[in-house]
């Protein structure tokens, strides 16, 4: 049953997978993955979420069970015959990069995201990464939201041009890795590159940057959140993803108009996110994690950039 939509509900759109993951310690197949699956747990921590993808015929319920078990409505994800979207990636042993093996589209290929009737006024939208036409068919879908953010990848940036350039007109946020930000611009400056994007439609950019944290680029200026250092780091599959759910989930709390301010407190809440995904395969550490584990990461986040003081020469400077 699909839930009457709140003022704090976010949708989220996008894949929903199985990963076979190869990694220095070991392989591990058939593992729950998906950008939307990662986006919407993260942000179910923080409050409602509504979940639109496709599955085929070989994806368990438990899975669907446990999304559910989050508190995420599944009522938008759709089951069609076939197989399920399938990727296998191979991590290299610092973890730092991965190539990707082998992507199987299987009923992915033939998805037409459809909002249920019931979330149609949903205030807050988070689009995946999924073919640029389609993320705008779901702006077409839903009346005027207070904030959609977006996803890409260097497929569609280098193979849809055009289709991108019509959705980056119509995002006030995208949430892009450094590559992509490179690739999409043109230009080698991180600065210089979200600085061009900013002027192809969305108001705010985030350039993620793995272990070395996240920039924001805003009407406010520039912001850093550092990645939480962990002594213990498994499988960085979907940390991005669970960044833009766990941001998007913040702002949606707090039903902001995402304000300057309210944009920067959600990114220490995103980068905690991720370091929980980070530390065990999958987003199994991920779909275990209390708001009290959440509360205590975040105070050891503020303890990791408090000075305490104010940053200043003296001398009035
Ligand atoms: P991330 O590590 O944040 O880039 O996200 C990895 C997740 O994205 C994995 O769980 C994959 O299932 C999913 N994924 C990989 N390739 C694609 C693709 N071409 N389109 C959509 N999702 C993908």
Not at 3 to 15: A, D, E, H, I, T
Not at 84 to 91: I, S, V
Not at 285 to 293: E, K, M, Q
């Amino acid at each position: 049953m699909s839930q009457p939509v709140r003022k704090n509900n976010l949708l989220v759109v996008g894949s929903i997978a199985f990963d076979d993951l190869e990694m220095p310690t070991g392989k591990f197949d058939d593992v729950l993955g998906g950008a939307a699956t990662y986006s919407s747990i993260a942000a179910s921590l923080l409050g409602p979420a509504q979940l639109v993808g496709v599955i085929g015929a070989d994806f368990a319920e438990k899975h669907l069970d446990a999304l559910r078990e989050r508190g995420i409505d599944t009522t938008g994800v759709e089951r069609l015959p076939g197989k399920t979207f399938r990727w296998r990636g191979r991590y290299s042993k610092d973890l730092s990069s991965r190539v990707s093996l082998d992507t199987q589209l299987n009923v992915f290929a033939d998805f037409r995201p459809k909002i249920p009737a019931a979330y149609r006024t949903t205030p807050f939208v988070m689009l995946g990464n999924i073919h640029p036409s389609l993320q705008l068919e779901v702006l077409d879908q839903v009346e005027r939201p207070k904030l959609v953010a977006a996803d890409t990848m260097n497929f569609w940036i280098s193979g849809e041009p055009a289709a991108l350039a019509a959705m980056l007109k119509r995002i006030d946020l995208l949430i892009i890795n450094d590559e992509e930000a490179r690739e999409l611009s043109g230009i080698q400056n991180i600065v210089k590159a979200a600085a061009d994007i900013r002027k192809r439609g969305p108001s705010k950019v985030i350039v993620k940057r793995g272990e070395h944290g996240a920039l924001l680029f805003d009407e406010n200026g520039a912001f850093f959140v550092p990645a939480y250092p962990l002594e213990e780091v498994n499988d960085p599959t979907g940390a991005g993803d669970t960044f833009a759910g766990g941001l998007m989930g913040y702002v949606a709390r707090h039903d902001g108009d995402a304000s300057p301010h309210l944009l920067r407190r959600a990114m220490f809440f995103a980068a905690a996110l991720a370091s929980f995904c980070v530390e065990d395969i999958g987003p199994r550490r991920l779909l275990a994690v209390t708001r009290a584990d959440l509360a205590r990461r975040i105070s050891a986040f503020h303890a990791l950039v408090d000075f305490g003081g104010t940053l200043a020469l003296g001398d009035g400077v």
